[in-house]
């Protein structure tokens, strides 16, 4: 959900991606042990590095935004 919600306010998809790993890092740990939060936090580590490209992208202006509540319309024509 926080991954949703982030892309809805920020518009940018890499954001998303990593904020659902970076939420799960606390109640890993405390809800499911030291092992647990340990994968969570290499899998969080993972996702920043598969999406620095597009984190980078944000500041420019380069990456594509995307309004997930956009209403789609059909081409006239």
């Known amino acids: 959900m926080i991954g949703l ?3 809805l306010i920020s518009h940018y998809l890499p954001i ?7 939420a799960f890092i606390l109640p890993a740990f405390y809800c499911y042990g030291i092992e647990a939060g340990i ?8 996702m ?18 995307k ?3 956009k209403v789609p319309r059909r081409k006239k024509g």
């Open 5 to 7: 919600i982030g892309v």
């Open 16 to 22: 998303g991606a990593v904020l659902i790993p970076a």
């Open 39 to 46: 994968l969570t936090v290499i899998m969080a580590i993972i």
């Open 48 to 65: 920043l590095q598969r999406h620095m490209p597009g984190l980078k992208n944000i500041p420019s202006g380069t990456e594509p935004r």
């Open 67 to 69: 309004d997930l509540l």
